[in-house]
């Protein structure tokens, strides 16, 4: 029996991925899903560690890095995360593997042999230099996404948190930003900038002229021709229409 606990912060993630760890390794035992850093320092305060360590990264209260401050892990650790292909390339470079989101069966069954043969001598000893390395490399990749937006306002610049924004949008080649308060305010970047800077785990790009926000989306409505129109807990200016070629990419971005 391996024993497994899951740090995730979405109940249908989480869900997932026990129903693939279910399929592809049946001697895994799910012992306990963990919503937060808070949670986590807490029940492994009281608890034995498991024999692997299914992690996320965004947490319901902030990054998981946190959690190393309090707690040591003498067991392996596979990270669920959305990076790009230059940081899935790094972590193959330092020969530990991670599941983008969403996970996919075939990538589970690798991640878990990897780290069946990255374990010495069956043990749950790893090598800390490796992990040293891993999370380092992380902290730099969770911390390049912006949490405040500048804006200039008379000889001012007022900071707008990204938590409030429920949607970037283009409107007479003007980015601006929509508030969850139902405000407006221009931003003065590209739109294509800074849907780059953005975290890919916290908004999507809908089309050329909208990224939304995850936690914003309200509705989801199928749209003639197989598109789908969102409705966000924020006035949005006009219709957000996401095309039928990206309706699969929408999608799995939502339930990730």
Same mark, same amino acid.
């Not at 492994?44 to 947490?59: E, K």
């Not at 193959?92 to 010495?120: C, G, H, M």
């Not at 610049?157 to 508030?179: H, N």
């Given at each position: 029996?391996?024993?497994?606990?899951?740090?995730?912060?979405?109940?249908?993630?989480?869900?997932?991925?026990?129903?693939?760890?279910?399929?592809?390794?049946?001697?895994?035992? =799910?012992?306990?899903?963990?919503?937060?850093?808070?949670?986590?320092?807490?029940? !492994?305060? /009281?608890?034995?560690?498991?024999?692997?360590?299914?992690?996320?990264?965004?947490?319901?209260?902030?990054? %998981?890095?946190?959690?190393?401050?309090? =707690?040591?892990?003498? #067991?392996?650790?596979?990270?669920?995360?959305? +990076?790009?292909?230059?940081?899935?390339?790094?972590?193959?470079?330092?020969?530990?593997? +991670?599941?983008?989101?969403?996970? *996919?069966? &075939?990538?589970?069954?690798?991640?878990?042999?990897?780290?069946? %043969?990255?374990?010495?001598?069956?043990?749950?000893? $790893?090598?800390?230099?490796?992990?040293?390395?891993?999370?380092?490399?992380?902290?730099?990749?969770? *911390?390049?996404?912006?949490?405040? !937006?500048?804006?200039?306002?008379?000889?001012?610049?007022?900071?707008?948190? =990204?938590?409030? $924004?429920? #949607?970037?949008?283009? &409107?007479?080649?003007?980015?601006?930003?929509?508030? +969850?308060?139902?405000?407006?305010? @221009?931003? /003065?970047?590209?739109?294509?900038?800074?849907?780059?800077?953005?975290?890919?785990?916290?908004?999507? *790009?809908?089309?050329?002229?909208? @990224?939304?926000?995850?936690?914003?989306?309200? /509705?989801?409505? =199928?749209?003639?021709? /197989?598109?789908?129109?969102?409705?966000?807990?924020?006035?949005?200016?006009?219709?957000?229409?996401?095309?039928?070629?990206?309706?699969?990419?929408?999608?799995?971005? +939502?339930?990730?």
């Amino acid at each position: 029996m391996k024993k497994v606990v899951i740090i995730e912060d979405e109940t249908i993630a989480a869900q997932r991925l026990a129903s693939l760890l279910a399929d592809v390794s049946p001697e895994s035992v =799910v012992e306990q899903v963990l919503q937060s850093v808070e949670d986590t320092v807490e029940w !492994f305060s /009281g608890h034995a560690f498991p024999d692997i360590v299914f992690m996320d990264i965004h947490l319901a209260d902030g990054n %998981a890095f946190r959690i190393f401050d309090k =707690v040591t892990f003498p #067991c392996p650790i596979i990270f669920t995360t959305a +990076y790009d292909q230059y940081a899935l390339q790094a972590f193959k470079v330092n020969s530990i593997d +991670y599941l983008l989101k969403p996970i *996919r069966k &075939e990538d589970l069954q690798r991640a878990l042999d990897k780290w069946a %043969a990255f374990t010495k001598d069956g043990s749950k000893n $790893i090598d800390n230099q490796q992990f040293d390395a891993l999370l380092e490399m992380l902290g730099r990749q969770t *911390r390049r996404h912006p949490s405040y !937006f500048l804006i200039p306002l008379k000889d001012k610049l007022v900071p707008l948190a =990204v938590s409030e $924004i429920a #949607c970037f949008y283009l &409107e007479d080649k003007v980015s601006r930003a929509l508030t +969850y308060s139902g405000k407006t305010v @221009v931003i /003065g970047k590209p739109l294509d900038v800074i849907a780059e800077q953005l975290d890919p785990a916290l908004f999507f *790009r809908a089309n050329r002229q909208f @990224v939304v926000a995850h936690k914003a989306i309200e /509705g989801i409505t =199928v749209w003639f021709g /197989g598109k789908l129109r969102l409705t966000l807990s924020a006035p949005a200016p006009e219709d957000i229409i996401i095309s039928k070629q990206r309706v699969p990419e929408f999608k799995e971005w +939502y339930m990730q």
